[in-house]
């Protein structure tokens, strides 16, 4: 496919049907995951966060690229666009920890909260031993270590169990492990957000650039001022196409997120099933998420009966 066809959505039939249906989800898995999960309680809780986390990345997307902001904001400037752009990347962490932590709940889910409190603990270690006998930093670091003891104990568990907890793979780590020939399915499913056009917001976050718009690389935004006057215009033309792949994929990311939860708790009520293959159905007109929509949920939506079978 051409880049520079346009991609076909209409962000007035998904962007606050998505939003309001992912809040949705989360109250109930706030207020009964827990009868769903197996495990402790805190397992709900941070698939909880995690959601509230991805709503509120996707919600700052679309807030400053609406189009009031951008055509009638006189401060407005491509820039914004392009810089927010690898928050993309933060959603896909969130779509990783909740797959992956309900792939076995009992096991993923403590291991989960472990590490991050493990991480913590050993985070306010270091700040003790780099800052030793300076008093300002030694009152400030009892109070973070008070506070992470706490947590720990709050969770039922002991400083020991948290100092022999695994650290959690982050999804790079995750995708890459064992034998290409061995990857299970999550994993051949989670490795098509590390593809090219995927992994371009990684390239943006940490200052690579390699990623491009059409034929023309993403850091060209910031120093339009070094382009040809001829040639500006067609950089700034290019931009909503990005705008609209970068929108539609901050998007699949929430909906992804959505459907994998109503996968796994079958929640009756609040028509999420239909509300769910609407979305889908808004968003087909990209054809990278027509692609995933077809590969991965379909075929699990109808077997588990929230897509009507086709």
């Known amino acids: 496919m051409d880049l520079d066809d346009k991609p076909r959505i209409n962000a007035k039939t998904f962007q606050e049907p998505l939003w309001k249906l992912a809040e949705a989800m989360a109250q109930l898995v706030r207020r009964e995951g827990m009868n769903y999960l ?11 966060m995690m959601i509230r986390q991805a709503i509120a990345t996707y919600n700052l997307l679309f807030y400053l690229n609406a189009d009031e902001r951008r ?11 392009v810089v927010t752009a690898p928050l993309v990347r933060s959603m896909i962490d969130c779509l990783y920890n909740i797959t992956l932590i309900l792939e076995d709940p009992a096991e993923n889910g403590v291991s989960y909260h472990k590490s991050g409190l493990k991480k913590r603990l050993l985070d306010i270690e270091e700040d003790q031993q780099t800052y030793a006998r300076k008093p300002e930093w030694e009152s400030y670091n009892a109070q973070q270590m008070k506070a992470i003891e706490g947590l720990i104990r709050g969770s039922g568990f002991t400083e020991a169990e948290i100092r022999d907890a695994k650290i959690w793979k982050p999804l790079g780590t995750y995708i890459l492990q064992g034998k290409p020939e061995d990857a299970t399915p999550h994993q051949r499913f989670l490795k098509r957000f590390m593809h090219m ?14 990623g491009y718009i059409g034929e023309i690389p ?27 792949r970068h929108m539609g994929r901050a998007a ?5 997120i959505v459907t994998e939860l109503q996968l796994f708790f079958r929640f009756s009520g609040h028509e999420i099933n239909g509300r769910i293959q609407k979305i889908w159905e808004a968003l087909l007109g990209m054809f990278e998420i027509k692609e995933i929509y077809h590969e991965r949920y379909h075929p699990l939506m109808v077997a588990r009966g929230i897509s009507p079978n086709e």
């Open 252 to 256: 699949l990311a929430m909906l992804c």
């Open 197 to 210: 056009q995927w992994r371009q917001y990684s390239a943006l976050a940490h200052a690579n650039f390699d």
């Open 218 to 244: 993403a850091g060209a935004y910031f120093i339009l001022d070094k382009f040809r006057h001829e040639e500006r215009p067609k950089i700034e033309d290019m931009y909503p196409v990005f705008l609209t």
């Open 38 to 48: 197996p495990g402790p309680a805190f397992i709900a809780e941070d698939i909880h």
């Open 71 to 81: 055509e009638h904001d006189c401060y407005w400037n491509n820039n914004y666009g």
